[in-house]
């Protein structure tokens, strides 16, 4: 957070931490609208193969544009993994609102967590998908 930048108030839409579940559909409608590709393996809708070819171009922008902080330990090179997802995609989208991603995809009204998928922020997004 930049000193003396307003900050929004972070809010919560969805009270019941139950409710703040992701859908898959729409962590693959997000990867297509930002990250990349999807491609079904043997056109098998069961087995998505996710290339996060555009999100590759936007780690690349970033390091060659911030190369001297990188350089200087000041700043993370980054590279197709969650770490950019959230720096360069989701806190611009999250931040206006204060809310977290899973209540703006759900617009407000929260999805019943059926299952815990844990993860590795390292991990490249595409093989998250």
Request: proline share 3%; net charge neutral; with cysteine.
């Amino acid at each position: 957070l930049a000193l003396g930048k307003k900050q929004p108030c972070p809010q919560v839409w969805v009270k019941d931490s139950l409710m703040r579940g992701v859908k898959l559909g729409s962590l693959l409608d997000f990867f297509g609208s930002y990250c990349g590709e999807t491609v079904f393996e043997d056109k098998d809708c069961w087995q998505p193969l996710c290339q996060p070819t555009f999100l590759a171009r936007l780690c690349n922008s970033f390091n060659q544009a911030n190369r001297k902080e990188i350089g200087a330990g000041k700043t993370r090179e980054l590279g197709t993994n969650l770490y950019a997802v959230e720096k360069l995609l989701i806190r611009s989208q999250t931040s206006q609102k204060g809310v977290s991603m899973s209540e703006l995809w759900s617009g407000g009204k929260g999805v019943l967590i059926e299952y815990f998928v844990s993860h590795f922020w390292g991990e490249d997004f595409g093989e998250f998908c």
